[in-house]
Nanobody, 121 residues
Framework: QVQVVESGGGLVQAGGSLRLSCEAS????????MGWFRQAIGKEREFVAG????????YYADSVKGRFTISRDNAKNTVYLQMNSLKPEDTAVYYC??????????????WGQGTQVTVSS
């Protein structure tokens, strides 16, 4: 069973930065796309950023483009989400997911428990 564990959430003032980390178990981490999603209170879970198995293809939601950066270190089975210029509307539980295949176009299959990010105004 694949385990996905997020870390790095917290409370930050608007304009500040946070870096989320996500470690996924398994020897084949490097052959799967990874994604970050978020869910704010009263809203549906939404896509934030995704990265292909090699890091060669990266996608962002329009709401975070230019502020967030996704990256991965396959040697550490870890994917990161660097979040800069945070806004109160970024407040949400952030989830990491391992996709079912090489690309972000495959379905997210294994989910972490989530990490809370709160941005104060």
């Amino acid at each position: 069973q694949v385990q996905v564990v997020e870390s790095g959430g917290g409370l930050v003032q608007a304009g500040g930065s946070l870096r989320l980390s996500c470690e996924a178990s398994g020897r084949t981490f490097s052959t799967y796309a990874m994604g970050w999603f978020r869910q704010a209170i009263g809203k549906e879970r939404e896509f934030v950023a995704g990265i292909s198995w090699s890091g060669g293809s990266i996608y962002y939601a329009d709401s975070v483009k230019g502020r967030f950066t996704i990256s991965r270190d396959n040697a550490k089975n870890t994917v990161y989400l660097q979040m800069n210029s945070l806004k109160p509307e970024d407040t949400a539980v952030y989830y990491c997911a391992r996709h079912a295949g090489l690309t972000v176009q495959t379905q997210p299959k294994y989910w972490g428990q989530g990490t809370q990010v709160t941005v104060s105004s």
